[in-house]
């Protein structure tokens, strides 16, 4: 007990809690930057909006691939060599944009990126767990959340902004330069010592049910969310353009704030926050379905941003409180495949029924179906 105790009252943030943050502030930063800019430059090439289209999908595809196969590099290599790998992969191929427009190179980098980011995701978020004692999780995942929050919120705009201002060269520069200059932290890592409780794969964790439930329930969150960031500007077209763009601003702010809330304020009470963020995210949706009306787009994307941090980090909190150590880089992989699997899927979907039904109906349609999650939400606990 005097142990546990000691624990929560320490600094949460020591050495090797820091180096983590660091790290994954690089890579991350890397991806957000040229996340925009990346499409844009593809169609400057001459490969129009099928080719935007392409290279983001190559990149998420990739970044899936890569999540499921991290946990056995990890297990093979170990998890220090295959961290910095990915920060290679995701930082170092943006250089070879500047020298060609082949839209064949183009995608090729992507898929090259997008390995380096699902490799860095999985091992960050395992690593933050790893690193911490287990009664502060949460509060720990929250300040995570942050971290990797803060890149999304400028990064993406600032990515755009340096390539209509200064050009895509410098752009790709700083993408390179940013995650590689990360790189003298891995070693800094300490080694991870062996458990006592056998490893399991990505599949033997989708076949459990404590994993499988808030990992479904989370996917269905941000396949909302993969609907929200690609077709919110075309939903709001009667109103001034930039409605949506500071809809999107919002909501990653509050994402990234509520993310962090939840981590504070989340320990042991995580299965309740999940319920919580699919209602929100719902009302979120319902919202923009029901009016276009600039103050409440802004207020539903503040309601969805708040849902979806909440429910990323209750869910991955929920997961690794019910393994052992030795499956949290399972539970990270499971975790993040969830959450780029939802975002593609969302996107994709979303469109296929927009197409036939219009965006009033498919987003009161994606409202319903988030809804649809509370039903394996009731087998949730923490106990």
Known sequence: MNLSTADKTSPLLGRSLALVFVIMFGATASFYLLLSVVPLYATAAGAGGIGAGFATGALMCSTVAAELATP?????????????AGLVFIGLPSLALIASHSITVILAICLVRGTGLGITVVIGSSLV??????????????????VVGVPAVLGLPLGVWFAVHFGYAPVFMVGAAVATA????????????????????????????????????????????????TFLPLVITQADGNVAAAGLFVQ?????????????????????????????TAAGIFAVAASKNTVVVLAAMAVFGGGFGIAQNASLALMFERVAKSRYDAVSALWNAAYDAGLGVGGAGFGLLAARSGYGIALALTAALVIVALIPARHLSTN
């Open 129 to 146: 767990a790893w690193f911490v004692p287990e009664e502060r999780h949460s509060e720990a995942l929250g300040l995570y959340g942050v």
């Open 72 to 84: 056995y590099l990890m297990a093979k290599i170990g998890y220090r060599i295959v961290l910095a």
């Open 252 to 280: 990653a702010v509050f994402m990234t704030l509520m993310r962090g809330w939840a981590g504070r304020y989340g320990a042991r009470r995580n299965g309740m926050l999940l319920v919580v963020s699919v209602l929100m």
């Open 182 to 229: 990360a790189l003298p932290a891995v070693p800094g890592l300490p080694p991870r010592e062996p458990e006592s409780t056998e490893p399991i794969g990505f599949l033997s964790a989708l076949r459990s049910p404590e994993l499988s439930r808030p990992a479904i329930i989370f996917a269905v969150t941000a396949m909302a969310a993969g609907v929200v960031v």
